[in-house]
């Protein structure tokens, strides 16, 4: 079945503890992205990937760190969370531009 | 600069009532596109729908249908004779020509009610 996979679902942490919430697809997309959805402000993107070892910022890339080492991963690395940094995370995968976006299932973390 | 403004945040209908969702973009590029996405309590994202700037027929798939006009900048969402699992938030998207970034609205949040 073609997915997009993400571990954990939910996470629960202190401030300062690094974390990493993994993100795995099997449909061999090129681009892939994470977005964080809070209250009021819709969906936003982290980080983006359109290749391995290529990443880029997108609109709220501070406190978080990506890589692409593999076509299918793409963790996103929160190495000293912070609580504004409790959202809903999802990561997503697609063929190109313009093309549908394919999400996983989403990652609720919250940050004490 | 980039916008999607769903200026609707929550409706409430009663079963069977015809209700459209309002979705409307700026951008600056003449190549783009339009998605309608479903996010039931659930929380996962579902994709209805994506269209391209150059496409303005509009869709009907099933009880949904699309209205696209560029002419106004929206792509509204109507969902004829609501049912009660329809209840979600709607989230309508941009992405633009040179970049996979969806740029979402704040979504709309849909209860019907049986």
């Known amino acids: 079945e073609a997915q997009v996979t993400q571990n954990p679902r939910y996470l629960i942490t202190v401030t300062g503890k690094k974390l990493t919430v993994t993100c795995s697809q099997n449909m061999n997309h090129e681009y892939m992205s994470w977005y964080r959805q809070d209250p009021g402000l819709g969906l936003r993107q982290i980080y983006y990937?359109?290749?391995?070892?290529?990443?880029d910022k997108g609109d709220v890339p501070e406190g978080y760190k990506v890589s692409r080492k593999e076509k299918r991963n793409f963790p996103l690395i929160l190495e000293s969370p912070s609580p504004n940094q409790t959202s809903l995370y999802f990561c997503?995968?697609?063929?190109?531009?313009?093309?549908?976006?394919?999400f996983g299932p989403g990652t609720r973390l919250t940050v004490l | 600069a980039q916008k999607v403004t769903q200026a609707q945040t929550e409706i409430s209908v009663v079963e069977k009532e015809d209700v459209t969702l309002d979705c409307v973009y700026e951008?600056?590029?003449?190549?783009?596109?339009l998605f309608w996405y479903k996010q039931p309590p659930s929380g996962e994202l579902v994709f209805l729908i994506r269209?391209?700037?150059?496409?303005?027929q509009n869709e009907i798939s099933g009880r949904y249908s699309w209205n696209f006009q560029k002419s106004t900048s929206s792509f509204n969402f109507t969902i004829t004779a609501s049912q009660v699992v329809d209840s979600a938030v709607y989230f309508c998207?941009?992405?633009?020509?040179?970049?996979?970034?969806?740029?979402f609205g704040t979504g709309t949040r849909l209860q019907v009610f049986p």
């Open positions: 997503a995968s697609t063929t190109g531009v313009g093309n549908e976006q394919f």
């Open positions: 990937s359109m290749n391995v070892e290529v990443t």
């Open positions: 998207a941009l992405s633009e020509d040179d970049t996979d970034k969806l740029i």
């Open positions: 951008t600056r590029d003449t190549t783009y596109y």
């Open positions: 269209r391209n700037s150059f496409d303005e």
